[in-house]
């Protein structure tokens, strides 16, 4: 069993900067890709950004130029560096990871709220 716990959701103003993390613990053999994906009320949770053990990284057209997703210095850790916020960006955002074996892990989710 593998848990993920994200942390780094507030509170912030349009074109501002947030940070989010992402760190996996329990049972891991190995891990294929993490991602982050939101989801905002009366939508679909979406992708956000994914990145590969390998380092290959793929971004929602929503989001390129604007935010970065990049491994933590922890091993089986992720980030989100999200610039130039706007309100359509509040969701709640979950940190996901996929496994060799085919299993797949969802975070909580962590709140971010970008206010005009």
């Known amino acids: 069993q593998v848990q993920l716990v994200e942390s780094g959701g507030g509170l912030v103003q349009a074109g501002g900067s947030l940070r989010l993390s992402c760190a996996a613990s329990?049972?891991?053999?190995?891990?294929?890709?993490m991602g982050w994906y939101r989801q905002a009320p009366g939508k679909q949770r979406e992708l956000v950004a994914l990145?590969?053990?390998?380092?290959?990284?793929n971004y929602a057209t929503s989001v390129k130029g604007r935010f970065t997703i990049s491994r933590g210095n922890a091993q089986n850790t992720v980030n989100l560096q999200m610039n130039s916020l706007k309100p359509e960006d509040t969701a709640v955002y979950y940190c996901?990871?996929?496994?060799?074996?085919?299993?797949?892990?969802w975070g909580k989710g962590t709140l971010v709220t970008v206010s005009s």
């Open positions: 996901n990871s996929i496994h060799p074996n085919g299993m797949i892990y």
């Open positions: 329990g049972t891991i053999f190995s891990i294929a890709a």
């Open positions: 990145i590969t053990s390998g380092g290959t990284t």
